[in-house]
């Protein structure tokens, strides 16, 4: 025992190793200077970028970025599974915002010595809380606080307009084949999908399923009975849509069907975690509880 | 005399016991699942059938998928026996020659270009690849022609092999240029799935299925000569060329109607026929309808297992044919062989 140096001594050393750790950590990661040169690889994020007012830090987006309008004139290097590496060399990016899976990516940039910021698609607080990160990433900190508040302000008030009504027993459909009953993709009970859904005054009727994601079947579907079926859709309309929501009138016994409380959503916003979230949120309270609207 | 006799004898049985296998299964499947249904309010008359969730899980949700099941199972199960006699080889399947691969390709498309076609309750998705299906064979079969008249086995397979990859390559380059959503949904339609929602699109997997089933009684004696090579058949008096079409014809339409109904569910096409043959022996006058009724049943079991085994989060049907179907091929092989 004797020979041991006091505790004391033993924590500082501790916390000295911890914090050189964490430091390195954050050299590998993070550069002291604020990002001029930014390539954003995910929809979300570049939304991100140009609401916070970031956007003529952009010099190239994914190919999935249609939003908003200026992020057409950007050239494009690939997106989720098939980044360009060489494309991304050669515009001499100082931050790459990529996506967690992106391993490859990552240990390329790396190799390049070009910092990356990496983002993840959780749950509803997780989209302010990246608004603010990378907006102190990007040196544009302030205004990204103040977005990411009026987003919060926005969602609070939403919340507190619907917070007293009773709240429908909702199935949220994302994916769904066309004209059929089949591959039913339906919001689980974690993930952005779920938060809008809670914040917009709905009970999300796969709550207990710990996914993003839940296939459904159609013995699901009727044994959850759901009194609210919302499904969404992106892209342009088509001709066949009333006809293609009148699939669910087979499952005659679900709620949702004997009140004909079936409603398409249609727009990115509804796919896309990025600042429109709060246009999406709004939207589906409306459908769910006009009254609180009026 | 005494042999004809003796094979109706044992063609008899062997109905009888695969028959009643396969009843059984159909009669338990539709009872379990991953909610608890009463049988009395199924089939009460006093609760209207707009109320009636019980009675809905049976006819919508169960019952469809139960004949989805059969009709897929004996329809991959027929064609594999008829593949692997006409190709005389024992790896031979719908997936050889390219038919799985057309099925798929027209799938995808379907799936990636978002149209919206609706013909009869049917979707576009299962049109598309009963097209794609019927395509490649038709393709495989002109290809076989070119060298001489009547197919030659091994042309027939190298045609099928070199088509089956081009039609995939051309399927990954769509799913390559499709919206990630469209290719989880590609993904999920190969994996297989049986819930088909309605009774429509089993319907119309019927009609092509009743043509391939009257091709196929035509076939026993002579996929029996033929799977001994096709001099000798030819030999002992049958018209080969008119054979190899008739079989390929109902081949080609069995599995279409599978796969557009199903998916290219694994394993089926291929393991059915041998487990049946290492139970009945070779003659494809036993071989043909005992393999149309196990398939069935094990495409019913396979789906039963699919759809409680996690639930409520279902497996795609194909993934349990496959671990499944494996291990118990390998044991019978194993047990033959000792």
């Known amino acids: ?294 | 005399m005494r042999e004809r006799s003796d094979v109706r004898r044992r063609l008899l049985v062997t109905i009888a016991t695969f028959g009643a296998f396969t009843i059984a299964c159909c009669l338990v499947a539709p009872i379990v699942g991953s909610t608890s249904i009463s049988l009395a309010r199924v089939f009460s008359r006093t609760i209207p059938y707009a109320d009636n969730v019980d009675a809905q899980v049976f006819f919508i949700a169960r019952l469809p998928r139960v004949i989805a099941a059969v009709v897929v199972g004996s329809g991959l199960a027929l064609s594999g026996v008829v593949f692997q006699a006409l190709l005389r080889n024992p790896l031979a399947s719908s997936d050889t020659l390219g038919v799985a691969a057309g099925a798929t390709l027209g799938a995808t498309i379907a799936i990636t270009a978002h149209a919206d076609v609706n013909l009869f309750g049917v979707s576009v998705v299962p049109m598309a690849s009963f097209a794609g299906s019927i395509g490649a064979l038709v393709i495989v079969y002109l290809l076989s022609l070119a060298r001489r008249r009547g197919t030659s086995s091994t042309v027939l397979l190298l045609a099928g092999i070199a088509i089956s990859a081009l039609l995939s390559a051309v399927g990954r380059f769509v799913q390559y240029l499709a919206e990630f959503t469209d290719t989880a949904r590609t993904m999920q339609w190969i994996m297989g799935s049986l819930d088909v929602g309605n009774y429509a699109p089993i319907v119309a997997a019927l009609v092509p299925l009743t043509l391939a089933v009257a091709g196929f009684a035509t076939l026993p004696r002579v996929l029996d000569l033929i799977s001994m090579g096709t001099e000798s058949a030819e030999a002992r008096g049958v018209d080969v060329v008119r054979a190899e079409r008739i079989a390929l014809f109902s081949a080609s339409m069995s599995t279409g109607a599978a796969v557009s109904l199903g998916g290219p569910v694994l394993f089926v096409g291929i393991i059915v026929p041998h487990i049946v043959r290492l139970l009945v022996g070779a003659d494809h006058r036993l071989v043909l309808p005992a393999s149309a009724l196990f398939g069935a049943s094990f495409l019913v079991l396979c789906d039963l297992i699919a759809r409680t085994i996690l639930a409520p989060v279902e497996l795609p049907v194909g993934i349990v044919t496959a671990v499944l179907g494996g291990p118990f091929f390998l044991w019978l092989l194993f047990r033959r062989v000792r």
């Open chain 1, 1 to 294: 025992m004797a020979a041991l140096p006091p505790r004391p001594l033993i924590r500082r050393a501790a916390l000295g190793a911890v914090l050189v750790v964490a430091q390195i950590a954050a050299a590998a990661q993070a550069t002291p200077t604020s990002a001029t040169r930014v390539i954003s690889l995910i929809p979300a994020t570049t939304e991100m970028l140009f609401a916070m007012g970031a956007g003529d830090k952009l010099v190239a987006a994914g190919s999935y970025d249609h939003y908003p309008p200026e992020v057409e004139r950007l050239p494009r290097v690939g997106a989720l599974l098939d980044p360009n590496i060489e494309r991304i060399l050669t515009l001499k990016p100082d931050l790459v915002v990529l996506y967690g899976t992106q391993t490859e990516l990552k240990n390329r940039l790396n190799r390049a010595s070009i910092p990356y910021y990496t983002y993840v698609h959780k749950g509803l607080p997780d989209i302010t809380e990246t608004i603010r990160s990378l907006g102190t990433r990007v040196g544009v900190g302030e205004r990204a606080q103040s977005l990411a508040s009026s987003i919060e302000s926005h969602l609070d008030k939403i919340r507190s307009n619907v917070g007293k009504l009773p709240r429908p027993k909702t199935l949220l459909v994302f994916g769904r084949e066309r004209g059929s009953l089949r591959s039913i993709d339906a919001s689980g009970g974690v993930g952005f999908l779920h938060d809008m859904l809670e914040a917009a005054g709905g009970t999300d009727v796969l709550s207990d399923v710990r996914r993003q994601s839940v296939t459904m079947t159609t013995e699901m579907v009727l044994a959850r009975a759901p009194e609210v079926i919302l499904e969404l859709r992106y892209g342009p309309p088509g001709a066949g849509d009333a006809e293609d929501l009148r699939q669910w009138n087979a499952l005659a016994a679900v709620p949702a069907v004997r009140s004909q409380r079936i409603y398409q959503l249609r727009g990115e916003e509804y796919v896309v975690p990025g600042p429109r979230v709060v246009q999406a949120v709004e939207q589906m309270a409306r459908t769910l509880h006009p009254e609180a609207f009026k």
